[in-house]
């Protein structure tokens, strides 16, 4: 009897460590880590997640020109930048800077994540590809959200700290992805905070606004923010929008209310962080 109750809790104990390691490798540490290079004697200093989805500020001499991903980067007056890795950035970078003349670089190593994966089989032909009338109009919003991802602003609202820009329940995670009838659909880049519809959306760093739109195919009403640096956010399925395109606006100031526009199953906030085309997960820069 007893080695039978003894079996049973080796067992729970094994069973509760497995899912802690899972828990771990789903949720890999979000502490941020600091690392400094030495390229001759010229130290860069960064700070932030080294990690899939994570975004790194960095520091240089502000004479010094500073490479990443082929892209120069903006630095501000005292040499900061920043630098984003998207959802399924390889394992190395590299991040150069110029040096009499030459480039030098150093390798950067980015951790690796496991992304929840959801298989649904059984669906209706149109639940999983949009009807064809409604391509150009999709081609069309896609291509507008791309060309603000695509700004380099020289502002520097990025080197502040994010806020939750809602109060709610985390029901959806960056980087999962569902494969509906076998077909793998694009991952999900952002987080959704669910909360009842007219729950206040606030920008979480002081921002400009590049987007104000009451109604695109996917994500409704939906606001665009830019925190320079190639830094922007989006805001999704909102029920209202309080801003217009071209307002600043200041950390902590409401600029919608939640809601269930465009492709949306209930009231929730879509939120999404990118640096240019890479795709960041919001919950890594929030307290
Ligand atoms: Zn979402």
Avoid at 62 to 74: A, T, W
Avoid at 201 to 225: C, F, H, Q
């Amino acid at each position: 009897m007893n080695n039978k109750i003894e079996i049973e809790n080796l067992k729970n104990n094994l069973i509760k460590t497995l899912f802690f390691l899972f828990f771990l490798k789903i949720n890999p540490c979000i502490a941020k880590e600091t690392l400094t290079l030495d390229y001759n004697n010229i130290k860069v200093f960064l700070e932030g997640n080294f990690i899939q989805g994570g975004l790194v500020k960095g520091k240089i001499d502000s004479n010094l020109s500073v490479r990443f991903k082929e892209r120069l980067l903006r630095k501000t007056s005292k040499g900061f930048f920043v630098i984003g890795f998207g959802r399924d950035h390889p394992k190395i970078a590299n991040l150069s800077i110029k040096i009499n003349q030459n480039w030098i670089s150093k390798t950067l190593n980015i951790k690796k994540r496991i992304y929840k994966t959801q298989m649904i089989n059984g669906l209706e032909k149109k639940m999983v590809t949009p009807p064809k009338s409604f391509y150009d109009r999709i081609i069309r919003e896609n291509k507008a959200i791309k060309n603000i991802r695509h700004l380099d602003s020289d502002i520097d609202f990025i080197f502040e700290e994010f806020n939750w820009p809602a109060k709610g329940i985390i029901s959806g995670v960056f980087g999962s992805q569902r494969i509906l009838n076998g077909k793998p659909k694009r991952p999900h880049y952002g987080i959704d905070i669910a909360a009842k519809k007219g729950t206040s959306v606030l920008a979480p760093i002081e921002s400009i606004v590049r987007m104000a739109e009451k109604d695109l195919y996917y994500t409704g009403g939906t606001i665009m923010l830019d925190h320079g640096h190639g830094v922007t956010s989006v805001y999704s399925h909102l029920s209202l929008i309080n801003v217009n395109v071209g307002d600043k606006v200041k950390k902590g100031q409401k600029i919608g209310e939640i809601g269930s526009t465009g492709r949306s199953t209930g009231p929730h906030l879509d939120w999404r962080i990118n640096w240019f085309l890479e795709r960041l997960d919001p919950a890594l820069l929030v307290p």
